[in-house]
């Protein structure tokens, strides 16, 4: 186990959810911090809360409202019909601009400024919906940056980054907290907690990827 602190950027979702268990996993100390921007299911903050604090973890929710305000998108604006598939040859309109670059930048300025040099994150290449935030080659290229900007050495580790769903699933309950991931977390972007609404991509993705798992364990 790493004896240092890491920071993880947690929504309260299945992804960090399960990255704030891989962290206490391997670090002395892990810390939580959560956003909101102006999204439509902001309830995942406060389960996020709740999951953080029952795992005796300590954290913090920021307000950072310009995300949403500065580009249009459907889990920010209520009167944009959210994509349900990825059109082709764009992203879908629950891409949120610079999201992933904003919560990281200001995760690591959160860090620096209590000695900790550890970000964790719940992005994923594998199954990214087509945002470019969550490629790998982003994250390496964001570290190195957050690096140089501010003369510090920060590690962004990256978890489920060549998981898929299924995989991440697997990931949870090896660590012991699949039901916990799965009762009360809160991935849907209509704000429905658990298994959410059924049919946004978000909802579609992680139930796909439980059946799957679900069936290679039988």
Known sequence: MNKETALIVFSGGQDSTTCLFWAKRHFAEVRALSFRYGQKHEKEVELARQIALEAGVDF???????????????????????????????????????????????????????????????????????????????????????NLAMDEQFVVHTPLMWLDKADTWALADKLGVLELVRARTLTCYNGIPGDGCGHCPACKLRREGLERYLAKSD
């Open 60 to 146: 913090e929710a920021m307000d950072m409202p310009l995300i949403g305000q500065l580009g249009r998108n459907s889990l920010t604006d209520a009167t944009l019909p959210m994509d349900e598939a990825k059109p082709d040859g764009t992203f879908p309109n629950t891409f949120v601009p610079g999201r992933n670059l904003f919560f990281l930048s200001v995760a690591a300025v959160y860090a620096r400024e209590r000695g900790i040099r550890h970000l964790v994150t719940g992005v994923s290449q594998t199954d990214f919906s087509g945002y470019p935030d969550c490629r790998d080659s982003f994250i390496k290229s964001l570290n190195v940056t957050l």
